[in-house]
């Protein structure tokens, strides 16, 4: 999925230097188009179709892209939303490089009748069913017919071919895929979501899951609990009760933090084990799934808050993971709260986390109570694995917008140039660069803002001391809450952090 723009460029406002002054004189251009047989002509337009971050446009040596306005046009005058396509960036090749051999060849170009104009008109209806503004389209020919606008096409037809012969120009023939790796369809086809695919811990079996609700409540809660724990520890079988089991997930309607805890890893599970649990989540009226990000907690125990928050984000990662490549994702009614996802991941990374903690105190369902510098939690290595690997999720999930990405990949940046000492684990590392990367990929405004923060000298640094340092039990703390095919094993470890730095290096360098 792709916004499509159109970018207008008036060739007007820069022909007074290509006419000699024997044909114009001194005159403004503008003001000489404004009297050829009495017209009204507000410029002379070129157009190019944007997309997928490279500028499509017909000319002279037929369709070529480049970088956003890095032609000699420079910025346009305006840049028109057009509406948004379905297609792959592959797609749109194979697409325009069938035009550039039937209705758009090369030496094809007319000033009048096969322009870029056309071009763009033909290209965004294809992408969007819409036209572009009749007004370019208009361009009356009668104009263009004069002495003065014969002079006028022979000025834009030089004009054409030295847009179109900039050695930063791609002929759309060129292939593709040698020329930009680091492209969100090779990321998402190369890297795997984290899944947290380990069992449940002994407090949760059947049994002891029961009893974390009062024996006097009156409520099917802890028989369903009950029962979803039983259903999950046989192997290679569908969950068939949990369905029925998730109204666990109204987190507001539980009365401890052990329940929600408890309830979060039950869920957890379920996901991976069974993704039709999922498709069941996302289309419930209830939208408890889509709640679970953003809902009030019961009242939190200081010392309970990072670890019902990381429970709440293995729920939430094992969701985007699985989710990310669903066609459905991209219905509006379906879509995660990604920004509420966002703030649980920055929390674990100790993001504003008084402030965080004070305002879940005060929002509880229960009296409120004043938050004291020595109750804060303690933040450990753990809880920030978890966040960073809510982060790496977060940033393949195909509705990510601009803003959100601005949010979580600066404090990302952050994180790493300032050397966050417990950023320590090389799991830990390889998640944070390796998400910083594909948020680069995906977003230009995150590999500018990574090149403002000089994160290449940390990458050099991060590469160096790799060459030199040894790997010993690297997830003994950690290990059991990631899934193992997701971390990587300690002889291949090094290498992997060089590559991720080295491709993240190389990233920065193309922007």
């Given at each position: ?188 086809k190369s890297f795997r979501p984290i899944f947290f695919d380990e069992p449940l811990s002994s407090e949760l079996l059947p049994h002891r899951v029961y009893l974390l609700w009062p024996a006097n409540e009156n409520s099917s809660l802890p ?51 069974d993704p039709n649990i999922l498709m069941n989540l996302f289309t419930d009226p209830r939208r408890l799934l889509h709640k679970l990000s953003s809902v009030k907690l019961p009242y939190v125990k200081p010392f309970e808050f990072y670890d ?203 922007v």
């Amino acid at each position: 999925m792709s916004d499509v723009f159109l970018y207008i460029y008036d060739l007007s406002g820069g022909l007074a230097s290509i006419f000699s002054p024997g044909l114009l004189g001194t005159s403004n251009v503008h003001f000489l188009i404004s009297l050829i047989k009495g017209k009204q002509v507000d410029g002379i337009w070129h157009t190019a179709t944007v997309l997928y971050n490279k500028e499509f446009f017909f000319g002279q040596s037929g369709i070529q892209y480049c970088q956003p306005c890095t032609t000699s046009l420079g910025n346009p005058l305006k840049k028109q939303f057009m509406g948004q396509t379905s297609l792959s960036e592959k797609e749109i090749f194979d697409y325009l490089e069938q035009l550039s051999s039937t209705l758009f060849k090369p030496g094809d170009y007319s000033l009048f009748e096969h322009n870029c104009n056309t071009f763009s008109e033909h290209l965004i209806f294809h992408l969007t069913a819409k036209h572009i503004p009749s007004y370019i389209l208009n361009l009356p020919n009668e104009v263009l017919s004069t002495s003065f606008g014969a002079s006028l096409g022979s000025a834009l037809n030089v004009l054409s071919v030295g847009i179109n012969s900039k050695t930063h120009l791609k002929s759309i023939k060129e292939p593709t895929s040698n020329t930009n790796e680091h492209t969100y369809a090779n990321i998402i086809k190369s890297f795997r979501p984290i899944f947290f695919d380990e069992p449940l811990s002994s407090e949760l079996l059947p049994h002891r899951v029961y009893l974390l609700w009062p024996a006097n409540e009156n409520s099917s809660l802890p028989t369903l609990a009950s029962q979803l724990s039983q259903a999950l520890r046989h192997e290679n079988t569908e969950v068939i009760c949990a369905q029925e089991c998730s109204s666990l997930l109204a987190l507001n309607e539980l009365i401890t933090g052990d329940q929600c805890r408890a309830a979060c890893e039950l869920f957890r599970l379920a996901i991976w084990k069974d993704p039709n649990i999922l498709m069941n989540l996302f289309t419930d009226p209830r939208r408890l799934l889509h709640k679970l990000s953003s809902v009030k907690l019961p009242y939190v125990k200081p010392f309970e808050f990072y670890d019902i928050e990381a429970s709440r984000a293995k729920v939430l990662c094992n969701c985007l993971g699985l989710s990310s490549s669903w066609p459905i994702m991209h219905d509006p009614d379906m879509k995660l709260d990604i920004n509420s996802i966002i703030q649980i991941s920055l929390t674990l990374l100790n993001h504003d986390v008084e402030n965080h903690l004070s305002k879940e105190m005060i929002e509880s369902t229960s009296p409120s109570a004043v938050l004291l510098p020595s109750c804060v939690p303690q933040l450990l290595p753990e809880h920030k694995l978890v966040g960073l690997a809510l982060a790496h999720n977060v940033s393949l999930y195909p509705t990510l917008n601009e803003n959100e990405a601005l949010e979580l990949g600066s404090f990302l940046l952050h994180l790493t140039v300032t050397h966050d000492k417990s950023i320590k684990y090389p799991i830990d590392t390889i998640y944070l660069i390796r998400t910083i990367y594909f948020l680069a990929v995906r977003f230009s405004t995150i590999a500018d803002l990574a090149k403002c923060y000089d994160i290449e000298t940390f990458l050099h640094d991060i590469i160096n001391e790799n060459n030199c340092t040894r790997n010993d039990n690297l997830l003994q703390s950690s290990s059991s809450s990631v899934d193992s095919s997701s971390v990587l094993n300690d002889k291949t470890n090094n290498n992997t952090i060089r590559i991720t730095c080295l491709n993240l290096q190389r990233k920065l360098h193309m922007v």
